[in-house]
């Protein structure tokens, strides 16, 4: 809860109040025990429930952040000094509209919104170089130094050195950096995403991905769509599911979504999976622990929503309930494979988007020439970042220069990079023809 742990402090008793008896006894043990399972378990509801409604505002005032594209390098707006008036400035007792978000004032994951300082740019885009020319070594070793100075103030490179650890498939540096991380900056760490399977880089999909949108209630009348769904697995190797637009469940439609999971993971697909995080806490909001006589549907959802997301300790507290609720063994945790999600775009409704493939070397021309022909048809270039690990340094000005023409009609979004690739794409002024989103920590 990092954007409200900045308020935490000891509640001051007004003068005259006596301290309750209860709050003087803190640390002996309490005398109202909590009788039985089924207290125990409302007890459990109801700390869980404040949980979701604190993560739910920071998720609303987050989501200006992680669905805003990043400015330049030393562009943010410039405000003016305290006490220079403004144009349009009154004089009356109304104190002046803030033009800042609430979450630049609360200081929490500054992160998007605060471009990075003009004098740490070079040593970002030295490291984005090197990268990009498959000299991984240097570029870790730097950003390692960086840490020290840089790092001290500047998230961007620690994000950076996450994502190479992610395309390296190093997990425990990863882990060893996320808690020097959460405590440099007081948040809660990052967590590792399992990355392609070494060896796989040439062999991952590129091109246009069939999308299926979830929207409203998911309940018995998805079944049309979910038949429409497997019948694209049958032509497509690749899908992308939308998840962040549903507003409520039900049983039947939660088996429904389980069913066809389970189809999908059986034929071996990959998924792109957007809004997991958002349809995991509705589904968690629908159930109760101790009610027997309720559906496992929404509980094995749960479950699969959670192994999706790669939530090992989150999958294995929920397993727990469920046996506790349904006297039932419940299903073992499984490493998730072929699948990768993502963040709910919060645009106008989109079937189809293009995905880049994991790395985009020199002579990519046959890419570039699919990427035209998508722009034929799309109203929108939404381009597909979740698998692309590197570009090369001289494909990505190739690339920019076949995207300047189809820029001048339409517009362009690169969505879920990863830090290394949008500090490449900065410094190459992609900024001029698309809107650069790299995805959050």
């Known amino acids: 809860m990092g954007i ?176 020097d991380y959460a405590s440099q900056f007081e948040t809660s760490p990052p967590t590792w995403s399992p990355p392609i399977a070494p060896g796989a880089e040439e062999d991952t999909f590129a091109g246009v991905t069939p999308t299926e949108v979830f929207a409203g209630v998911l309940d018995a009348q998805v079944a049309p769509r979910m038949e429409r769904l497997l019948a694209l697995a049958d032509s497509s190797q690749v899908l992308r599911l939308e998840f962040g637009r549903i507003q409520d469940v039900t049983p039947e439609g939660c088996q429904l979504m389980l069913d066809t999971l389970a189809a999908l993971k059986k034929r071996e697909r990959e998924l792109i999976v957007a809004g997991a995080s958002e349809l995991e806490k509705l589904v968690r909001s629908t159930i109760t622990i101790g009610q027997r006589d309720a559906s496992e549907a929404p509980w094995l959802l749960l479950l699969t929503l959670l192994q999706l997301m790669n939530r090992e300790k989150d999958f294995e507290e929920t397993a727990m309930d469920y046996c506790v609720t349904f006297e039932l063994s419940p299903p073992s945790f499984e490493t998730p494979q072929h699948v990768a999600t993502t963040n709910t775009i919060t645009a106008p409704m989109r079937t189809e988007c293009f995905m880049l493939p994991s790395v985009v070397n020199s002579g990519a021309s046959a890419l570039f020439d699919a990427i035209d022909a998508y722009a034929e048809q799309a109203p929108t270039l939404l381009i597909d970042c979740s698998r692309l690990a590197r570009v090369d340094y001289g494909a990505a000005s190739a690339m920019l220069n076949r995207l300047r023409p189809i820029a001048a009609e339409k517009k362009i979004e690169f969505r879920d990079m990863n830090h290394l690739v949008a500090a490449l794409f900065r410094l190459l002024s992609y900024s001029e023809v698309a809107r650069l989103f790299p995805h959050k920590y």
């Open 4 to 179: 409200f742990s900045i308020f935490k402090g000891k509640k001051q008793q007004p003068d005259g109040v006596e301290t309750p008896a209860e709050s003087r006894l803190r640390g002996e043990p309490s005398r109202l025990i909590l009788d039985g399972d089924a207290e125990r378990a409302r007890q459990r509801e109801i700390a869980r429930a404040t949980a979701a409604k604190i993560d739910a505002i920071e998720s609303a005032m987050a989501d200006d952040i992680f669905n805003t594209p990043e400015p330049a390098w030393g562009s943010g707006a410039r405000r003016p000094r305290p006490g220079q008036p403004r144009p349009g400035d009154d004089d009356g007792d109304t104190l002046p509209m803030l033009e800042i978000a609430t979450t630049e004032l609360l200081a929490d994951d500054f992160g998007l919104e605060a471009p990075v300082h003009a004098e740490t740019a070079p040593v970002i885009e030295e490291i984005a170089i090197m990268f990009a020319n498959d000299q991984i070594a240097v570029a870790e070793q730097m950003l390692l130094e960086s840490l020290r100075d840089v790092g001290r103030t500047e998230r961007t490179v620690w994000w950076m050195l996450f994502d190479l650890y992610q395309v390296m498939g190093r997990q425990d540096d990863f882990d060893n950096v996320a808690i």
